[in-house]
């Protein structure tokens, strides 16, 4: 193996050249400028991924609030099925039905209607002791 020095000794004779450290504004001000251009695309970019949050938040809400105006309606619409089902004209039809009879696909309950109808009087608020078997309205009292 051949050894070579590192430095070449044709250089050496020659004039070497006179280095010094350059002390100039203009690399001060390039990094502050590219700092600040730094800062400013991070401050737009953190604002542009605010912007999409909260654009998906909100449409976020707009679902929520459809399904809450679907769900309220349809709520409605159920508790006026309910107010029908409990209608009195619904019930004495099932009621007086035969029982044979089919009514809105419920079997009629073959009840009659009573020839006297008795009321009883409500618990005194004084004492339990307030009940009174007697009638309000019978037959004798309505002529």
Same mark, same amino acid.
């Given at each position: 193996m051949a050894v070579f !020095? =590192? $430095? @070449? %000794?044709s250089l050496? @004779?020659?004039?070497?050249p %006179? =280095?010094?450290?350059? $002390?100039?504004?203009?690399?001060?001000?390039?990094?502050? #400028? +590219? /700092? =600040?251009v730094l800062l400013i695309s991070i401050g737009f970019f953190s604002r542009m991924l605010l912007s999409a949050m909260i654009v998906q938040r909100q449409?976020? /809400?707009?679902?929520f609030s459809e399904s809450i105006a679907d769900l309220d309606? *349809?709520?409605?619409? =159920?508790?006026f099925d309910i107010a029908q089902l409990e209608s009195t004209k619904r019930i004495m039809r099932i &009621?007086? &039905?035969? $029982? #044979? *009879? *089919?009514f809105e696909t419920v079997n009629g309950l073959g009840m009659i209607i009573p020839e006297i109808t008795t009321y009883l009087d409500p618990l005194s608020s004084e004492s339990l002791q307030g009940w009174q078997?007697?009638? +309000?309205?019978? !037959? *004798?009292?309505?002529q």
């Open positions: !020095p =590192l $430095t @070449d %000794k050496s @004779d020659q004039q070497q %006179k =280095l010094s450290v350059v $002390t100039s504004s203009k690399s001060w001000l390039r990094s502050v #400028g +590219i /700092i =600040l449409s976020k /809400i707009d679902n309606s *349809e709520n409605r619409s =159920l508790m &009621a007086l &039905a035969e $029982t #044979g *009879e *089919e078997w007697r009638q +309000i309205n019978s !037959p *004798e009292q309505r």
